[in-house]
């Protein structure tokens, strides 16, 4: 759209743009709204808006705080403005040094035997500030002067809020949702003295923003399907937080929070005087029913699911790190797919950083010959949702994403619709030398292949190098060089058959890795709980020594293997990284002839050239 349109109030969701009428309105130019009004002149309020949940149980509704900044005009104009709503639980008094335990134990806790004695002080504020270094900053200083006001909120038992975190579940959704409630007018809205407050200067329109935990609120509350929530945009968010904590029944931690769980971060964001003092019991019961035991999926977790769109109202504009491993790309997989299944309005921009934005400055180019940055897109997607600004987003490819270049390109969806699953199996001809990937068959005969855990003390890295190597801690197998670009969208799966000789159970890791003249690239990784092979919902107990069959699915990725590189696959136990880390000594072995990686190659099995 080229030219200037100046709208005087916001239309609904599917009413077409008024015309000029109102010269001190919102003025349009090429599809995005422009900064017209005075930022040093906005109205700024704080606002406690009453929520239905009483999370700290002292028999009175918990109040959540809000502050608030819009442009001027609305107070004396009449001039109503939609919204662009942040809320978070980290906006102040968090506890920076939280105890919390040690992921050295003797054994697995579902062996029964673990030491969970030795606790450990970890500096959980100085990492979540480096989490929080990318949340999108100052959204008041660019997005009010183009006429939208900006609501800061603080979660429920965070801040300047009353209650107790609960960290994920319906009483956190319902007390974010209480805020879209009152700016339409159906909860409650008091002053600093306790005066009541109407926001009888918006349209009542919301689109909802932010990263990580500040993007996992958008998605929850976006499933209430609440009136008013016209659109969200979550950043390196949340959609399961089991997938957070746990994996196929294991408890794996989130990249660069090892040991972390969910009591952990509730304690954090609750600050050390309300973790210790009103919130202990509330506290406490999370620290019971996440359940570091067995790891199984519980209604506790369910609770804090949000893979099941069928109410969603809004539409979604899915922004993710393809190399996110605290936030790990199933989140962003998991809830895409819920969105496509109930065709919500929706588009997607991949990255290759990992977790957090963009940047404001990435552009892409679009089959059309317009070049648009990621603010830019955030903007016109804000304006076409909230303004009803006819700026043929919609109308753009679906997916954007980053490719290995660095370079954006466009496709027409995510995952590929061209992609197509293919078997890669495990081959090998003795009991030690690595073996290799193949689509033929694999070789006769029964080989079985043994390796012991010492992830404890062994580094993924040094396990993935040297795959030409026999080694005593891990299993390598590799695809022959590849004769062309290969490339993956979607989830990788392993189906791997092995046995556990002398001890209950054990951790179980595959990675994914991308062998080149230059070195290895790990692509993607992935955990299971053996005891979870049936459902992540149910501990089974292993048989020392019998062979089972374990199917798991990768992180979620989209990658290209350049020609003359090698397809890998490293089967390990416990991973440094990631998860528990018992003592050396576990017995795994591997039969690989009836193992082998599943693929989602673009272009099918042709491809490959082996």
């Not at 040690?102 to 480096?130: K, W």
């Not at 957090?356 to 940055?373: E, I, K, M, R």
Request: aromatic fraction near 8%; hydrophobic fraction near 35%; proline fraction near 7%.
């Amino acid at each position: 759209m080229s030219g200037a349109l100046v709208l005087s109030a916001a239309p609904t969701a599917t009413a077409a743009p008024p015309a000029d009428t109102t010269p001190t309105g919102i003025v349009v130019s090429d599809g995005m709204t422009q900064p017209v009004f005075s930022l040093a002149d906005a109205i700024e309020e704080r606002v406690f808006v009453q929520t239905p949940v009483d999370t700290d149980h002292d028999g009175r509704l918990d109040r959540v705080a809000i502050d608030i900044s819009r442009p001027r005009e609305t107070a004396t104009t009449g001039f109503t403005v939609p919204v662009i709503f942040e809320h978070s639980p980290y906006r102040k008094g968090t506890w920076g040094d939280v105890p919390y335990p040690s992921v050295l134990v003797d054994e697995l806790p579902q062996n029964g035997l673990t030491d969970r004695s030795g606790r450990r002080a970890l500096d959980i504020g100085a990492q979540r500030a480096q989490a929080k270094a990318n949340l999108p900053g100052s959204l008041d200083d660019y997005y009010v002067p183009r006429g939208y006001a900006v609501v800061l909120g603080q979660s429920v038992g965070t801040g300047d809020s009353d209650g107790c975190p609960t960290s994920g579940d319906q009483a956190e959704t319902l007390g974010t949702k209480a805020v879209i409630d009152w700016l339409n007018g159906r909860a409650k809205g008091y002053d600093a003295n306790g005066a009541p407050v109407t926001a009888d200067w918006t349209t009542g329109a919301v689109g909802m923003t932010g990263v990580s935990y500040n993007g996992t609120l958008p998605n929850q509350v976006a499933t209430t399907g609440v009136k008013g929530l016209k659109t969200i945009v979550p950043v390196s968010a949340i959609s399961s937080w089991y997938d957070y904590y746990r994996a196929n029944g294991l408890v794996v931690a989130p990249g660069t929070f090892q040991g972390e769980d969910l009591d952990i971060l509730a304690q954090y964001t609750a600050g050390q005087a309300r973790a210790e003092g009103q919130c202990a019991d509330e506290l406490a019961k999370i620290t019971e029913e996440q359940d570091r035991v067995t790891g199984d999926y519980s209604p506790f977790w369910r609770d804090r699911d949000y893979l099941d769109a069928r109410n969603v109202e809004a539409s979604v504009f899915v922004v993710h790190g393809l190399n996110d491993w605290n936030v790990k790309t199933e989140h962003f997989a998991g809830w895409w797919d819920q969105l496509a299944k109930r065709d919500v309005p929706r588009k997607i921009w991949l990255h290759q950083g990992g977790h957090g934005g963009p940047g404001s400055s990435a552009s892409v180019t679009l089959p059309s010959g317009q070049t648009w940055t990621y603010k830019q897109t955030e903007n016109r997607w804000f304006d076409f949702w909230l303004w009803n600004v006819r700026n043929g987003i919609m109308d753009e490819p679906t997916a954007v994403l980053q490719r290995e270049d660095r370079a954006y390109t466009t496709y027409a969806n995510w995952p590929d619709p061209t992609a197509r699953e293919v078997g890669l199996r495990f081959a090998a001809t003795d009991a030690t030398a690595p073996g290799t990937l193949t689509t033929g068959k694999p070789p006769k005969g029964k080989v079985e292949q043994s390796f012991v855990d010492e992830g404890r003390t062994i580094h993924p890295g040094t396990l993935v190098s040297n795959p030409d190597t026999a080694s005593a801690n891990r299993l390598a197998y590799r695809s022959p060089e590849l004769t062309q670009h290969v490339r993956i969208s979607g989830r990788p799966e392993m189906r791997l058959r092995m046995a556990i000789d002398n001890k209950p159970d054990a951790n179980l890791t595959a990675y994914l890795v991308d062998y080149g003249p230059a070195g290895a690239t790990v692509v993607t990784r992935g955990w299971m709980d053996p005891q979870n092979r049936t459902s992540d919902a149910r501990t089974t107990p292993v048989k020392q020594g019998k062979m089972y069959d374990y199917r798991w699915t990768m992180e979620p990725k989209d990658y290209v293997f350049p020609a003359g590189h090698r397809i890998g696959v490293i089967v390990f136990s416990s991973d440094q990284e990631y998860t528990l880390l018992p003592l050396g000594g576990t017995e795994l072995r591997v039969a690989p002839n009836d193992s082998e990686l599943r693929l989602p190659v673009v272009g099918g099995r042709s491809v490959l050239g082996f």
